[in-house]
């Protein structure tokens, strides 16, 4: 009995190790293949890679995902990094992310701004709302051909309603009247009005001196006026018409890097593929046909 005893007691805590250890290796082994590629990439491209992604992570003993926004401590590296790079070696920010608090965002942006040497916003897929402001700093911004970028107009917190974008609170303002509209929404009015005015001259600053103080100017006002939805996809077609430095070369590293950034596991996956590239299909006939050639034109 006591051997059996000692050796199910030893077996459940082996598992309960695992358990708890797996995670933390899975966390380590991620960690160590992303600095690995990251130093990589700053060998070929001779230059400081900072990197800003936020997914939702599956990472943990019961895989509890963890949602990921800019804040104050993502502030707080990107400007450590910031700091400790030469002045005159340049920076590239690969930026991943829905958008987050204003303050981290903009702080980010005027250090990228104030940078000496070329700084570059690298987007792989998207950089949205406080990503897109983070962008807007770079002297360049290279674009996968399908990324996008997105509006920065303010978005004011309300408990009933969630995010309420500043520009139509003071739209509702103007269209009813301020002698209808209750004291607290006169209030939101206010804070909106200095929202939007805030966010113009924040782009406008960080925009003068590349595009020109009559074009930043220009670019400011489209970016927060409220013309799209605040979820609108900026095209790279879109963002070159609006006079950004858009470049559409993005190095292979940077996408193997964000494999290394893994949505949580579904149960069932939604995206299927053979992850390897494919030649292009072959215009002679041979005896055997491939799977390709079946649908290549004569």
Known sequence: MDAGFDIGFLFWLFLLLILFLWPQYRIKALQGARLSLIKKLEKKLNCRVVTLIHRQERIGLFGIPFYRYIDIE???????????????????????????????????????????????????????????????????????????????????SDPRYGGVPAVSVLKVIKQKGVEKIKDEFLVLGDIAEKAVKQMEDLIYNLTKDKLGEEKARELAKIMVEGRWTHDYPITVEEAKK?????????????????????????????????????????????????????????
């Open 242 to 298: 609006l006079g950004l430095p858009i470049k559409t070369e993005i190095p292979e590293e940077v996408y193997s890097l964000m494999e290394l950034y893994p949505q949580p596991a579904a149960i069932r996956p939604s995206v299927e593929f053979i992850p390897a590239p494919y030649a292009p299909p072959r215009t002679r006939r041979t005896q055997e046909k491939g799977f390709l050639e079946l649908f290549s034109e004569e």
């Open 74 to 156: 993502d502030s707080e590296q990107v400007l450590r990094a910031i700091r400790m790079t030469p002045q005159d070696m340049p920076i590239a920010v690969i930026i991943h992310t829905p958008g987050g608090l204003v303050l981290a965002a903009a702080q980010i942006a005027l250090a990228l701004r104030d940078h000496k040497a070329k700084t570059v916003a690298i987007v792989p897929h998207y950089a949205m709302s406080g990503g897109t402001l983070i962008a807007l700093a770079a002297d360049e911004v290279w674009m996968d051909k399908h990324a996008v970028l997105g509006p920065v107009d303010p978005q004011l």
